[in-house]
């Protein structure tokens, strides 16, 4: 019986762990990020990818690599799991600018985001990680990723108007 009771209550803090709704409320937001993301990717024609409003602004790819390189590197502080473009600018690489180079990249650093929230611990969320000048909880900076990437996904909303095309509707759930 003391066996059976010990089995229960360590199942229990088990599916109460893996049923965090903070988690899952984050992951809910990054898979219909991601998607909203790439239907931006989709609706702009490759032969726009570096169309810039203006010469000083980024173009519409390095927005989009910025964002991924941005997904990345902010979830990794958040999760602790190791960057894999850490130490590279994807933005700047050339060879990047694709239309399926940057819907790799895109849906690449999605996919660790949402990785890495699945993987974290509830109870490490207000534990603080210092990156340059910043001192940010854990889930202070999984939401500095999404904040990061709307910002500028948003950005990107006006390119593709600019260049005569509608963005992809907006889903808020």
Request: net charge negative.
């Given at each position: 019986?003391?066996q059976?009771?010990l089995?229960l209550?360590?199942?229990s803090?088990?599916l109460?762990?893996?049923q965090?709704?903070?988690?899952?409320?984050?992951?809910a937001?990054f898979?219909?990020?991601?998607?909203?993301s790439?239907?931006?990717?989709?609706?702009?024609?490759?032969?726009q990818?570096?169309?810039?409003?203006?010469?000083?602004?980024?173009s519409?790819?390095?927005q989009?690599?910025h964002t991924?390189?941005g997904?990345?590197?902010l979830?990794?502080?958040?999760?602790?799991?190791e960057n894999p473009?850490?130490?590279?600018?994807?933005?700047?690489?050339?060879?990047?600018?694709?239309k399926?180079?940057?819907?790799r990249?895109?849906?690449e650093?999605f996919?660790?985001a949402?990785?890495?929230?699945?993987?974290?611990?509830?109870?490490?969320?207000?534990?603080?990680?210092e990156r340059?000048?910043f001192?940010?909880?854990?889930?202070g900076?999984?939401?500095?990723?999404?904040?990061?990437?709307?910002?500028?996904?948003?950005q990107?909303?006006?390119?593709?108007?600019?260049?005569g095309?509608?963005?992809?509707?907006y889903?808020?759930?």
């Open positions: 019986m003391k059976l009771c089995l209550f360590c199942l803090g088990l109460a762990f893996a965090n709704p903070t988690i899952d409320h984050l992951v937001d898979e219909r990020g991601k998607t909203l790439l239907a931006y990717v989709d609706a702009m024609p490759e032969d990818f570096n169309f810039k409003p203006t010469p000083e602004t980024m519409f790819a390095e989009m690599l991924a390189q997904t990345f590197g979830s990794s502080n958040a999760s602790g799991a473009y850490a130490g590279q600018n994807l933005q700047k690489d050339e060879s990047l600018h694709s399926a180079e940057v819907k990249l895109l849906a650093s996919d660790f949402i990785a890495g929230t699945k993987n974290m611990d509830p109870a490490q969320f207000e534990e603080v990680v340059w000048q001192k940010v909880t854990r889930l900076w999984m939401q500095k990723t999404k904040e990061h990437i709307d910002h500028h996904r948003g990107t909303a006006v390119y593709l108007r600019l260049a095309i509608t963005p992809p509707q889903q808020l759930f």
